[in-house]
């Protein structure tokens, strides 16, 4: 479905806390995109992690291939793959055959790798992963070129006349993006190749005032390698719970969130702790969490907006499993309700077509009581008394259009 404005989805790590059935949490997942597919969501881009019990998936090709089967619309993305843990030439592979399962569907979503665990496991030392990843880039990006065979050699990989087996089903290929966070390293990789950009950063204490700055280092290093980069390849990640009430959406998730980033966070990844007692709120204050009403929901969008200086083209919800499945479920349906319409294009002709009928209503609907009596009379039957007519035509008296 063509949107005027921005795109939704998620980035789906996932999150699942410790003590729970993986089989079931990487069901939860897939039947999680199902449930946004059902409800015009755009995008799901989903992650791939080796250890540290909680962001479950290996292989985000696995899951993507499995939710296009049981999905219509929504695109599917890796979120992301770790270049450094791959030899380009499959990644480009798998990509390219992805591209024809899905019909055009998948999306390759790049990074050096998050955790270094990961990393450790696979005997990469942390400061090769982003010269690695930006190596791994430009051969894939030459092999999806399909003008030459590709021969390349770094102290990682080699590729000897290389070329792809299929050509990918998107024209000219798949989209691309690259994870950016708080360094320009991300906005540099994306500028270069002139593909989009998950600014995963943006959900962070400081994230939205920065926005501006890196999306000028894109455009710069854009400007130097001959590319451009487009706002509405720039997608936007947060943490988001919408309910009916302000203080309802805080207290669902307040308990879980406080767990997630003690347990995992803080004690396994070894982060900081946070400095403020009440971060949800405080996230919210700042516009790097999306949790609220409806309404609230909207204003903060509207102040990323600001942030960013000129725009960007879509937002995508941080999954998490804070509240309740139910709740989780019914927050996704809410905002699909009543945040995207707003954000879409969809709202103004319903709210134009509803001012103009009731600013002319009586032109229009001042001849509907004699056309309904002309339908009893000029049919040979008699008409109901003006009452009673005036009721069944126009409804209860305090609607009546004409009163």
């Known amino acids: 479905m063509a949107h005027r404005g921005l795109k939704f989805g998620i980035f789906l790590a996932p999150f699942h806390r410790l003590g729970e059935n993986p089989t079931l949490a990487i069901d939860r997942d897939i039947e999680l995109i199902q449930w946004l597919d059902y409800l015009g969501y755009d995008e799901a881009w989903i992650g791939e992690h080796h250890s540290a019990g909680w962001e479950l998936i290996a292989l985000p090709e696995l899951i993507i291939a499995a939710a296009a089967e049981k999905t219509k619309h929504i ?26 399962m899905t019909r055009g569907r998948a999306m390759l979503g790049c990074g050096p790798g998050a955790l270094t665990s990961d990393a450790y496991m696979l005997g990469i030392e942390p400061k090769t992963q982003r010269p690695r990843m930006l190596e791994s880039m430009d051969a894939i990006m030459k092999l999806l070129k399909m003008e030459e065979p ?11 006349d290389a070329r792809l087996h299929l050509a990918p089903y998107s024209d000219p290929h798949f989209e691309i993006a690259v994870a950016s966070t708080i360094t320009p390293f991300g906005m540099i990789a994306a500028g270069t190749h002139g593909v989009g950009v998950l600014s995963i950063g943006a959900g962070l204490p400081g994230g939205p005032e920065a926005m501006a700055t890196q999306w000028k280092i894109a455009e710069e290093a854009a400007a130097k390698n001959g590319k451009t980069v487009d706002r509405k390849n720039w997608r936007i990640v947060v943490s988001a719970h919408i309910t009916e009430d302000d203080e309802q959406a805080l207290n669902e998730v307040r308990k879980a969130e406080r767990n997630e980033t003690i347990t995992y966070f803080e004690d396994t990844l070894g982060r900081p702790p946070g400095r403020s007692d009440d971060p949800l709120s405080e996230g919210v204050k700042m516009g790097t969490t999306l949790i609220g009403s409806p309404d609230t929901v909207i204003k903060g969008i ?19 499993e804070w509240a309740t499945r139910e709740q989780t479920m019914r927050s996704y349906e809410l905002f699909a309700r009543y945040v995207m319409p707003a954000f879409q294009g969809q709202l103004e002709p319903i709210a134009a077509s509803n001012a103009w009928a009731r600013d002319n ?13 002309r339908a009893f009379t000029d049919f040979g039957a008699p008409a109901p008394d003006e009452e009673v007519l005036r ?9 009546d259009p004409l009163r």
Not at 75 to 100: E, I, K, N
Not at 150 to 160: A, G, L, R, S
Not at 361 to 373: E, H
């Open 75 to 100: 695109r599917l993305g890796s979120g992301v793959t770790s270049l450094p843990y791959h030899h380009p030439f499959m990644v480009a592979q798998r990509w390219v055959q992805l591209d024809h």
């Open 150 to 160: 590709v021969t390349m050699k770094t102290d990682w990989f080699e590729m000897q």
């Open 302 to 320: 509207k102040r990323l907006q600001e942030y960013s200086q000129g725009g960007f083209g879509g937002i995508l919800f941080r999954a998490h």
């Open 361 to 373: 209503r009586r032109q229009i609907f001042g001849n509907t009581v004699d056309a309904v009596r």
């Open 391 to 399: 009721a069944r035509t126009l409804g209860a008296r305090d609607i």
